[in-house]
């Protein structure tokens, strides 16, 4: 796939959203793999297809959620409630209750232990509230191994802004103002990549590789970061930027 300018991505985001009604992210971590996920997603695909709801809803397996005690887990989109546990007799009573009918099936949902409270979503759940995710904060929300679910979710972007309508000068004032920085351990600001005269030794590849470390960054995806769970694709972004240039 190449695409050749900013107005392409967009049009490939737009492609690539979903039009399914509803959708199912199951959580494809290790934790919830070691705990019977793959039953699980087949136990949810077989039981739409039962009932017929094949064209309005879609599984999609996505990175960990980050809960890996309470697994497998899984998530109904858009309305947000949050399941927990779920082996395949509960998954297929979730697509008989909540897709098919709409009725959330209250006792697999979170229930804090002292209190007994409920919650229905995820952000209300105390382990996530306690939590700020930045460059992960997408982990849980598209399907790592699909380019084009990242790019449906407003993926590359940045990146493509940069090399189709900002000025070097422009692109590099940004990255400055920013104070992105480094995840190689050592963490040196984004700035210092580059000099006051534009990028540093001239050939362009600095700058590209820090414009494409704020474009994954700003989305959730880290460069090389591969196997958490973000997505494959940063790491090959950064290399084909910086060979365009």
């Known amino acids: 796939m190449l695409i050749k300018s900013l107005h392409e991505l967009t049009a490939l985001k737009e492609k690539y959203k979903t039009k399914k009604k509803m959708r199912i992210d199951v959580c494809g971590g290790t934790g919830c793999n070691a705990s019977g996920n793959q039953q699980v997603i087949k136990a949810l695909k077989d039981e739409i297809v039962k009932l017929n709801l094949e064209k309005e809803i879609e599984v999609v397996v996505t990175g960990c959620f980050g809960f890996c005690e309470k697994g497998p887990i899984l998530k109904i989109l858009p309305d947000n409630t949050f399941y927990i546990e779920i082996d395949e007799k509960k998954a297929r009573k979730i697509v008989q209750e ?13 229930r804090e232990p002292i209190s007994q409270t ?16 930045i460059a992960l904060r997408n982990c849980g929300s598209i399907d790592p191994e699909n380019i084009y679910e990242y790019i449906a979710d407003e ?14 000068e422009e692109s590099i004032n940004i990255i400055k103002q920013s104070g992105l920085r480094g995840r190689g351990g050592a963490g ?8 006051g005269g534009g990028v540093r030794g001239g050939a362009g590849r600095d ?7 704020a474009d994954h960054a700003g989305h959730g ?7 958490t ?4 694709h940063a790491g090959a972004a950064v290399r084909s930027a910086c060979r365009a240039r």
């Open 98 to 110: 909540h897709l098919a009918k709409g009725q959330v099936v209250e006792e697999y949902l979170y």
């Open 118 to 133: 409920i919650h229905s979503r995820q952000e209300e759940i105390p382990f996530y509230q306690k939590q700020k995710r």
């Open 155 to 168: 993926g590359y972007q940045a990146l493509g802004k940069v090399i189709s309508e900002l000025k070097q």
């Open 188 to 195: 040196p600001a984004g700035e210092f990549r580059l000099d």
């Open 207 to 213: 700058f590209v590789h820090a414009a494409a470390r």
């Open 221 to 227: 995806f880290a460069p090389g970061a591969g196997g």
């Open 229 to 232: 769970g973000a997505g494959p």
